[in-house]
């Protein structure tokens, strides 16, 4: 008998923006949707359209070049949020509108200071109004997990009845366990008169380190979508790791009444260009996506996985895109072949300018590296992308002196709105004099809350991406910087993360 599908609904764009620090610019989120849409992904939620005109256009651009994959938006119970979502997702081939209003006595009655008989006629109303854009529809009862389960039951059928097509049952806060949570979905089903109207869906926290582990048991249970992010991104210890589901499921077919369409073979490039992106570096023991995930370092696992693979590994390195890293271009690359391999990464530059300018980034660090990598491609874009967000400050030069015995110095030049301003420091490390001088010109005040290098390839020549996350007055900003060296790398990731910090970008939050 053919299986199920289940349905794999991606919220990187969304939810995995909620982290703080993670949040992407228009280019950058359509990049992660190309991808996406590459590796089949069924729903993008690409933002919440009503946060900022920011968020608004990033969600509108994903929908205009998405054609494979459904494009989703956000909104509020709210008829202003669900008609700026209706207009974000205009151009969509295929859109769908979530609309979420929350369930739980407590969220109720201290945040929304709303009765449960007032929250049940917006969520109506919301539905009902949502159809008016599209027959595609999802409600989510927030923090359903903790939510009393016969008004659940009520709540669930009047939005069926007004018109939802998918009913997502959010984790929100992380607090349920797999036998509980499977039990609520199979019961919600079982007791929901018209369930059998709409796909049900589910949407777990990590809080617990739980929410792939309940995401598994709701499909186990009769879920037949799970919303999950690469890399488990999310709002504080993320989301559903969608690698983790997909990977799951299909190695675990013999339990599992249902499959994904997913191509599994884009799961790790479409991690790195999160990981890459976000400046969420992957922990090396990550399952699927980590550096280590199938690395044999014992003696015995090693002799045991040369005899026979399956000794000790139960899923295939390359069936989830762990290829060697390929070189792709060189030295004598052209023009034409630059443009191409983009092209093949679904990366489109917004104009023949700026493919020439990232065409001589290009040569170069190919005369820097010589082997060029699709990892170095992506980089290098995302250099190029940054240069042409609004920039307050832009990296002229740098000269560091660090000597065994010596205190490393450094001088830097800036130029702040194309005025040319120098300043020079000492610091403890090469780095440390760097940024003391940056901010010698800038003057910023921000408290600097992580730093982190990585090599993008292997080699001692392999470019590296340093992640600079800042924080000033409540606001949470990464900056990204990619070089052969990492001080450079590192002074413009700080550079990156101090014209973020100084960008006005406001956005709401969804659920505050
Ligand atoms: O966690 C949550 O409840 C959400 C909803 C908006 C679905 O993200
Ligand atoms: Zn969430």
Redesign the pocket.
């Known amino acids: 008998m053919a299986k199920d599908k289940l349905i794999i609904f991606d ?1 990187t764009l969304r ?1 995995g923006e909620q982290s703080p620090g993670a949040s992407m610019t228009k280019e950058e989120k359509v990049r992660i949707a190309r991808q996406l849409e590459r590796m089949r992904v069924d729903v993008i939620e690409a933002g919440f359209p009503a946060a900022s005109n920011g968020d608004f256009e990033a969600v509108k651009a994903v929908a205009d070049v998405i054609k494979d994959s459904t494009v989703c938006g956000l909104a509020r119970a709210l008829e202003r949020d669900i008609d700026r979502a209706g207009e974000a997702l205009r151009g969509a081939v295929s859109g769908r509108i979530h609309t979420f209003i929350a369930t739980s006595p407590i969220h109720m009655e201290k945040k929304l200071r709303m009765t449960p008989e007032q929250v049940l006629q917006q969520a109506v109303q919301a539905v009902k109004w949502a159809r008016k854009w599209t027959d595609n529809v999802e409600f989510s009862p927030e923090d359903a997990g903790r939510s009393e389960l016969d008004f659940l039951c009520r709540v669930l059928e009047a939005v069926i009845d007004a018109g939802a097509t998918t009913i997502n049952i ?1 984790d ?1 806060v992380g607090y349920n366990l797999p036998h509980q949570f499977g039990e609520l979905i199979r019961q919600l089903r079982e007791r929901v008169p018209n369930s059998d109207k709409a796909v049900f869906s589910v ?1 777990c ?1 990590n809080d617990l380190g739980l929410a792939v582990a309940n995401s598994l048991s709701a499909v186990l249970n009769g879920a037949r979508q799970v919303e999950c992010t690469i890399n488990g991104l ?2 504080r210890a993320g ?1 559903a790791a969608l690698e983790e589901i997909v990977m799951a499921v299909r190695t675990r077919q013999d339990v599992f009444p249902c499959d994904t369409t997913i191509d599994t073979t884009q799961i790790v490039p479409a991690s790195r260009l999160v990981a890459s992106i976000t400046g969420f570096a992957v922990q090396p023991n990550k399952a699927i996506v980590g550096a280590n995930a199938f690395a044999h370092e014992s003696g015995i696992h090693q002799d045991g996985v040369l005899k026979h693979r399956q000794t000790y590994e139960i899923m295939r390195a390359e069936d989830v895109g762990w290829t060697a890293n390929r070189m792709v271009l060189g030295k004598h690359s052209g023009r034409n072949a630059f443009k191409t391999r983009l092209k093949e990464l679904g990366i489109e530059l917004p104009s023949e300018e700026a493919l020439n300018a990232a065409f001589a980034r290009f040569k170069e660090l190919a005369d820097k590296k010589h082997e060029i990598f699709d990892e170095d491609l992506h980089a290098l874009v995302s250099d190029e992308a940054q240069l042409l967000e609004s920039e307050i400050y832009r990296l002229v030069s740098l000269r560091v002196c660090s000597e065994t015995g010596e205190i490393p110095h450094a001088r830097v030049v800036l130029a702040e709105h194309g005025v040319e301003k120098a300043a020079e420091a000492d610091g403890s490390g090469p780095v440390d004099a760097s940024f003391k001088a940056i901010e010698a010109v800038v003057k910023s005040g921000a408290e600097l809350l992580l730093y982190s290098v990585n090599n993008i390839t292997s080699g001692t020549d392999a470019q590296g991406e340093v992640t600079v996350r800042l924080s000033k007055g409540g606001r949470i900003v990464n900056g990204q910087g990619a070089d052969t060296d990492i001080v450079v790398a590192s002074a413009k990731a700080y550079i990156h993360a101090l014209n973020r910090l100084h960008s006005r970008l406001e956005r709401a939050h969804p659920q505050v």
């Open positions: 919220t939810d959010p929100t949407h926290h999310g709002e989301n």
